[in-house]
Structures are given as structure tokens and as C-alpha cells.
């Protein structure tokens, strides 16, 4: 929606059921709401589109839908690292193109790379790291590690994880995992320098934010060889245009911001979004409070 066309609707709205891309609030779209405003409810975990600062200065309350996507979204992420890892797009490409019959016979031909046996290390141990962290095992990884802004022994010990630094960690893993908020903290976290101290062989996967990756020095890394390939399924800016030198890499997979994009975990996306817009509407705590 365009933004004089979102601005007119907003006026005099009681409640904002919003999603990443599709509605944000900042202190323009406050002031045009109106002080009858009271909850803004966004179909999603992450907020960075919202300024909940501003809301919480207004008495704006803000919900979001946490947990009930972090299966979806580690599923996804599972999903890109072995496409990723086990070539398939460019596997599926041979048949189409019909160049399978060039290697029939050849065992060495268009190998992968495993995941069992891998280091994994993850970015950000909120609901969805941990998700990602249960499924790895469940893959055989040799060990997971994690970074995050404040140590999660609780979690840690249960799945028999590993914290370590960001360098650490970025020297030791051969599979990268982001799954953290976007914030000043976090913006940018893998850059040029970041890229520089991981393996060669490493790959990279992207499920929060596409700012969390400073994209042009991804692009250079991959191009120099300094990392082995990525798996996104965000990137700057979204959509993504179709000729971006992203989209021509043979080691690179995209997908269109779908992490939690299945139909069972919409329709509990959506309704824990009404859950929270109706008890703002009622006076009532949120399910799932942001402020
Ligand atoms: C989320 O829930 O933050 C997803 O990225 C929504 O698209």
C-alpha cells in the first residue's frame, strides 16, 4: 500500500493488524492514528518494523506472535542449508538442462558436502535458534555453538550447546546460522571483516533479517572464495530484484521471505494476532506482549 494510502486509512483506527512489509508504525503513523490507538498487533515475531519505543510512550500496546513459528522457520532453515550444502538447485538444473548423462558413471561428479559431522554455529538463541539447535542434532551435527547477547545456560545445557564469541565462533563453524533481531547490535554482524575469519568452506544461512548481512560484502566473500556459499531467505531489499548478481550465483539459495510461510503456521500467526489486538481493545495483558 502506498504510504498516503496507508496514512489515510490509519486515521482513527483503534487497533493495527499489521505485517513485516506490509504496514509499520513510526511516530508519523502514531500522530495520524490517533490518540484513540490503542494496540497494534504484527503477524510476525520480529519488529523491527514497529517502533515500540514511540508505542510504549503513547500507551500504544504491541503484540507479536512469537513461538508458534519457530518450528516452521527452523524447518526452513534446515531446508536451506542442505540445499545449499547438497547442490540441488544446481543438481535439478542438470536434468533440466539434460547434462546428468555427462556424468553418468563418474562417482565423483557434482558431490555436496554433508551436514552430519558439521560444526554449526547460531547467531541468536531466542525460540527459533533453539528450534534450529533441536533439529540440528537430530542431523548428527559434531557440535552446535551459540552466540547471543546474553548466555542461555538453561537451554544450553538441555541441548548440550556451546557458547562462545562471535569470532570464536565464526572461525570454528563450517555451517553459520543467523536467527537474531534486528538491532543496532545486530546490524551488519556478518560484514567483510566477519566473512574474513570464517573457513572457506563455509556456508552461510540468513532466516532474520537481510540487514543482519552487509549484502555487498557477502557478494564479495562469495566471489572471492572467502566462504563456500548461502542460503537466504532475506535479503536488501525485499523483493529482491530478479537480476541482482544474488540471483546468478551457483552456490547462493533464495527464497522470498517464507521462513514461516505454511499454512498451519499463518493461521496460528493470525490467531494469536487477533488474540493480542482483541485484549488491547478490552483493557486485557496481551498473549504475546511487546510492550
Ligand atoms: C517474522 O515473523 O518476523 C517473519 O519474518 C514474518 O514474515
Known amino acids: 500500500m502506498p504510504q498516503d494510502e496507508y496514512l489515510r486509512r490509519v486515521k482513527g483506527v483503534h487497533a493495527l493488524c499489521i505485517h513485516p512489509g506490509v504496514g509499520h508504525v513510526d511516530q508519523e503513523v502514531l500522530e495520524t492514528a490517533g490518540p484513540q490507538l490503542k494496540v497494534v498487533g504484527t503477524m510476525s515475531v520480529g519488529y523491527d518494523h514497529i517502533d515500540v519505543a514511540a508505542c510504549k510512550a503513547k500507551g500504544v500496546k504491541v503484540g507479536n506472535t512469537p513461538y508458534v513459528l519457530s518450528d516452521s522457520v527452523a524447518e526452513h532453515t534446515i531446508c536451506l542449508a542442505l540445499m545449499v550444502l547438497r547442490r540441488v538447485p544446481f543438481l535439478m538444473g542438470s536434468i533440466v538442462a539434460d547434462t546428468w548423462k555427462n556424468n553418468k558413471g563418474s562417482a565423483f561428479a557434482s558431490l555436496g558436502a554433508s551436514l552430519h559431522g558439521k560444526t554449526v554455529g547460531i547467531i541468536g538463541l531466542g525460540g527459533i535458534g533453539k528450534a534450529i539447535a533441536e533439529r540440528l542434532i537430530a542431523f548428527k551435527v559434531n557440535k552446535v555453538i551459540y552466540n547471543s547477547r546474553t548466555q542461555k545456560p538453561d537451554v544450553a545445557k538441555l541441548l548440550g550447546l556451546e557458547f562462545a564469541t562471535l569470532d570464536n565462533l565464526l572461525s570454528q563453524c563450517d555451517l553459520v546460522i543467523t536467527s537474531c533481531d534486528l538491532n543496532e547490535?545486530?546490524?551488519?554482524?556478518?560484514?567483510?571483516?566477519?566473512?574474513?575469519?570464517?573457513?572457506?568452506?563455509?556456508?552461510?544461512?540468513?532466516?532474520?533479517?537481510?540487514?543482519?548481512?552487509?549484502?555487498?560484502?557477502?557478494?564479495?566473500?562469495?566471489?572471492?572464495?572467502?566462504?563456500?556459499?548461502?542460503?537466504?531467505?532475506?535479503?536488501?531489499?525485499?523483493?529482491l530484484p530478479f537480476d541482482h548478481p544474488l540471483t546468478k550465483m551457483p552456490n547462493v539459495v533464495l527464497t522470498p521471505h517464507m521462513g514461516s510461510a505454511t499454512w498451519e503456521t499463518r493461521m496460528a500467526m493470525g490467531d494469536l494476532t487477533v488474540k493480542n489486538i482483541i485484549a488491547g481493545l478490552q483493557d486485557q495483558p496481551l498473549p504475546a506482549p511487546l510492550c
Open 185 to 239: 547490535s545486530t546490524k551488519h554482524i556478518l560484514n567483510r571483516e566477519a566473512f574474513k575469519k570464517m573457513k572457506k568452506s563455509a556456508i552461510v544461512v540468513n532466516i532474520s533479517r537481510g540487514p543482519i548481512i552487509e549484502q555487498h560484502h557477502l557478494i564479495e566473500a562469495l566471489q572471492n572464495g572467502e566462504i563456500a556459499g548461502a542460503g537466504l531467505d532475506v535479503m536488501t531489499p525485499e523483493p
